[in-house]
């Protein structure tokens, strides 16, 4: 069966398949040690215990491939978002500039403003989601690679929640990097999907792809 190519997945698509690894490396995990657990209370023979150990063996090594293309894929996405906070951020800091001087009408000031703070928090909602499972999921793997030797090898202790500034580093298949902050740069701002997937409509002065719902263009900065 061919890998899945995860970069070309929508932000919903990508979520839930870290959702569906989080499951998997902890279903492995839960299973190594109970399966060590009744080989210490001499409930399975060596034979037997030796035969299931290579079936999880082998889970784990084909559950090590799918987490370091999958959180390669996030680290990726993670990046994209990372920018586009930081773009609006710059994007509200200039509002708040132009308004302090009176280039802007306080009602245009609100509204825009409104509109850029509804953008922020979508983007940080979705960097969240993508990157809250990811510490269960290093963990679990940590687990796992003590567990069964060999294929996923130990990783570092992480803290219980990742700092707001956190991205994935890329991982190998046979073991997992540290977590690392990234430096957020300015970049071209794209939509990021929030819960439902939204439906999208043209910008009339741009042409550009906007949300239905947006109360201006991301790209122009045309008031809708």
Known sequence: ?????????SYNELIHEIGMLDKLVESLASQAEKLIKIKTEGKVSVSAYGEVLEELRKRAAVTARKMGELLSAADDRVKQINGQIAQFRYDLELLEARHAIGAIPDAEYKADREGIQIQLNEAEGT????????????ENSRRVGQLIPGDV??????PAQPAVGLSIKPVKPDSV????????????????????EPKAMTCSRCG?????????????GARL
Request: glycine share 6%; hydrophobic share 30%; proline share 8%.
């Open 208 to 220: 550009k792809e906007k949300l239905e719902s947006a109360s201006y263009c991301y790209y122009c």
């Open 127 to 138: 960097k969240k989601r993508i990157v809250e499972p990811i510490t269960g999921i290093i």
């Open 177 to 196: 990097g540290p977590v690392g902050g990234y430096p957020q740069a300015r970049s071209e701002t794209k939509h990021v999907e929030a819960h439902s």
């Open 1 to 9: 069966m061919p890998a899945m190519t995860y970069e070309y997945l």
């Open 153 to 158: 090898k130990a990783m570092p202790q992480l």
